[in-house]
């Protein structure tokens, strides 16, 4: 019964001087104090159920153990309300208990996603992935999961960034195709740089000599010229072949751009003929009919985008009960011969860079967990002896699961130098990694490997990217991709 009713009745049968004299401020007080007591309880049960609500098949421990303690929160509310009624009490005591029952079954489906990720993890994953990246887009993934066609996801939504770390900036990407059930999540790292832009030509112009410029720095559109680079409103955009008429002084000009820049196309009609334009097969246009040229306006300028970069990250998909996981790393525009030298390099060098990554523990490493890492790659490179390529080794460390520190680390262990600047198993070089765990380490049968990068006037490589993966007594998995620079 609640301690405001017999407060009330003594008041209502033998008057305030009788209860105390101070009766009515002993009942506002009570009241006072039993709305404050209730409006705590109200809020302690709603922090549970959203912390409840809020765990699914990705939650780590600690956001189980956080929804465990709220719901403990909850329970010590209500047993300190000691002016609420015995019907309050009885009904928020049949919250809290809905809410156990919740956590042990969000626990169980918890549990579960760890088994289907260790699996995933255990097994073949995604394999030939393909990336198309793009400044400030998502990306663009293709490959296989086992046992399936190749598949694309071009529909990937940025779900959120994490800024730039040592020079690699970071996203993860989603996407999900309701009708079949699948979703995909990409976390992906890379050096790309924004456009830019610079002259069309001149001293540090894009476009030189080298690249056909007559002495006037006009562009003779040749038989090897990019004629996708052409742009005008003037030329046919579908079937068509299209006349020029040629002005007062013998020469046709249709204003447009090419390769972005400014100016103007000018054509001189070949000896009783007609300058045309036309679209052609595969996308450009054939210009035809005389010498055609592309004449810059003064100061045209034309975009530059980044040809050289790298990129890292894990792909994840999920499919009713099945899930598959890979990492990746991989390096655009590098020249081919770029790595000539590398063998006559000798010395030491080291890079560091983020490192990010799929997990999974099963219970007998402690709780039952699951998810994404971040962490950190060092690499210690020995070039050598200038005679032959050198070997690399490093770790990974500094490892955090939503921002939560993990006591683990992973030995990179000692791999060869390829002539194309290559980093993998080789000779008595066998790559292996090690997983410790608070110091305690396990063997492991997994490797490692990777690929220099983007040399530079030193011929030195400037980057270095790769995968791994680590087990742990059998009890644990994961795989892992980074980003390093010198």
Not at 170 to 191: F, H, I, K, R, S
Not at 221 to 234: C, E, F, K, Q, V
Not at 394 to 400: A, I, L, M, N
Not at 401 to 424: F, H, K, Q, R, Y
Request: hydrophobic content about 40%; aromatic content about 6%; glycine content about 14%.
């Amino acid at each position: 019964m609640s301690k405001i009713l017999p407060t009330v009745m003594c008041v209502l049968a033998l008057g305030l001087a009788s209860c105390g004299g101070s009766g009515s401020s002993a009942i506002a007080s009570l009241v006072d104090s039993a709305a404050e007591q209730r409006a705590g309880v109200v809020k302690a049960i709603r922090e549970a159920t959203d912390a409840v609500a809020a765990l699914d098949g990705e939650s780590t421990d600690a956001d189980v153990t956080a929804a465990a303690a709220a719901i403990g929160a909850a329970r010590t509310a209500v047993r300190d309300a000691d002016t609420l009624s015995g019907e309050e009490t009885d009904a928020f005591d049949r919250l809290i208990s809905s809410l156990v029952r919740d956590l042990d079954d969000k626990r169980m489906q918890a549990a579960a996603y760890v088994g289907e990720v260790f699996s995933a993890l255990d097994s073949a994953g995604i394999g030939d992935i393909r990336v198309t990246v793009r400044h400030g887009a998502a990306p663009m993934m293709s490959g296989t999961v086992p046992g399936t066609p190749p598949t694309s996801v071009a529909d990937l939504e940025t779900a959120g960034t994490t800024g730039q770390l040592d020079g690699w900036r970071g996203g993860t990407y989603t996407a999900a195709d309701n009708a079949a059930g699948t979703e995909d999540t990409v976390v992906l790292y890379t050096n790309i740089e924004p456009p830019g832009m610079q002259p069309f030509a001149g001293a540090l112009g894009k476009y030189s000599a080298a690249n056909g410029l007559d002495v006037d720095g006009n562009l003779p559109i040749a038989a090897d010229t990019d004629t996708t680079l052409i742009a005008s409103s003037s030329f046919p955009t579908g079937p068509a072949i299209r006349t020029h008429d040629a002005g007062m002084d013998g020469t046709a000009e249709v204003v447009g751009s090419f390769d972005g820049a400014v100016g103007a196309y000018v054509c001189t009609p070949a000896q009783g003929g007609a300058c045309t334009s036309s679209v052609t097969q595969g996308g450009g246009y054939t210009l035809a009919g005389g010498s055609w040229k592309f004449v810059p306006a003064m100061g045209a300028m034309v975009a530059t985008t980044d040809t050289e970069y790298q990129y890292f990250g894990w792909w994840m998909r999920e499919t009713g009960d099945s899930v598959a996981i890979s990492a990746f790393h991989v390096g655009e525009g590098g020249a081919a011969d770029e790595f000539t030298g590398l063998a006559a390099l000798q010395g030491q060098a080291t890079y560091t860079g983020p490192s990010v990554g799929q997990f999974a523990l099963q219970p007998q490493v402690g709780d039952p967990s699951a998810g994404a890492f971040n962490a950190t790659a060092t690499l210690q490179v020995d070039f050598g002896d200038g005679a032959v390529e050198g070997t690399v080794q490093g770790t990974v460390d500094d490892f955090t699961v939503n921002g939560v520190p993990m006591p683990w680390s992973v030995e990179l262990g000692t791999a060869g130098i390829g002539a194309d600047g290559s980093i993998a198993a080789s000779g008595g070089n066998t790559a292996g990694t090690v997983w410790s765990i608070s110091g305690n380490a396990a063997s492991s049968s997994s490797t490692w490997s990777g690929q220099f990068h983007d040399v530079n006037a030193d011929r030195v490589p400037t980057a270095a990217t790769g995968t791994y993966s680590a087990t742990y007594d059998g009890l644990g998995h994961m795989v892992g991709a980074f980003g390093t620079t010198q």
